[in-house]
T-cell receptor, first 114, second 111 residues
Framework: NAGVTQTPKFQVLKTGQSMTLQCAQDMNHNSMYWYRQDPGMGLRLIYYSASEGTTDKGEVPNGYNVSRLNKREFSLRLESAAPSQTSVYFC?????????????FGDGTRLSIL | AQSVSQHNHHVILSEAASLELGCNYSYGGTVNLFWYVQYPGQHLQLLLKYFSGDPLVKGIKGFEAEFIKSKFSFNLRKPSVQWSDTAEYFCAVKDTDKLIFGTGTRLQVFP
């Protein structure tokens, strides 16, 4: 069972470069999420998508854009990477936004911005 | 908006010791609470969840948590930890349609 798949697993960028992180889920979930995880700060929500065709800002959306390409895929784009965006990025999905169903997480993308 | 506090940032225990990790959320009403675990190099996995009913919730791998409404708490417990429990533990509360995570507690268990 693949669950939530993120690519790439690791990436190093230079300041100002752009990059798209990919996420796909095979559980037929409606809702998808992007988090960043930083030491001492836990997970913070960047953007989420309640359903195909909709996206909303989370707690820390600045510097990011997202696309919900279809029900399976939810990508995160850094248009002009900054060192402050060095982090581990997790994608997650759940059956239905606001439901009691738990979120399922991908393995993460470790991103370093030099 | 809801917030979650995990006051234990780093806990070090020997195998067979008992564990209790604190979690407090900011305000009451109907709450949905979760504990997730992240083993080294892996993604977050759900340990247990509370929605309603019995305030003592049993999870996987011998973990349990108790919801105490009067204390706004949802502490995680395990009577006897193992080396394989070494991981980071996150408490989370559902806020309308999103999850709010605590900052995490890093648990190290030594043989």
């Amino acid at each position: 069972n693949a669950g939530v798949t993120q690519t790439p697993k690791f990436q190093v960028l230079k300041t100002g470069q752009s990059m798209t992180l990919q996420c796909a889920q095979d559980m037929n979930h409606n809702s998808m999420y992007w988090y960043r995880q930083d030491p001492g700060m836990g997970l913070r929500l960047i953007y989420y998508s309640a359903s195909e065709g909709t996206t909303d800002k989370g707690e820390v959306p600045n510097g990011y854009n997202v696309s919900r390409l279809n029900k399976r895929e939810f990508s995160l784009r850094l248009e002009s990477a900054a060192p402050s965006q060095t982090s581990v990025y997790f994608c997650a999905s759940s059956a239905l936004l606001g439901s009691n169903q738990p979120q399922h997480f991908g393995d993460g993308t470790r991103l370093s911005i030099l | 908006a809801q917030s979650v506090s995990q006051h234990n940032h780093h806990v070090i225990l020997s195998e067979a010791a008992s564990l209790e990790l604190g979690c407090n959320y900011s305000y009451g009403g109907t709450v949905n609470l979760f504990w997730y675990v992240q083993y080294p190099g892996q993604h977050l996995q759900l340990l247990l969840k509370y929605f309603s009913g019995d305030p003592l919730v049993k999870g996987i791998k011998g973990f349990e948590a108790e919801f105490i409404k009067s204390k706004f708490s949802f502490n995680l417990r395990k009577p006897s930890v193992q080396w394989s429990d070494t991981a980071e533990y996150f408490c989370a509360v559902k806020d309308t349609d999103k999850l709010i995570f605590g900052t995490g507690t890093r648990l190290q268990v030594f043989p």
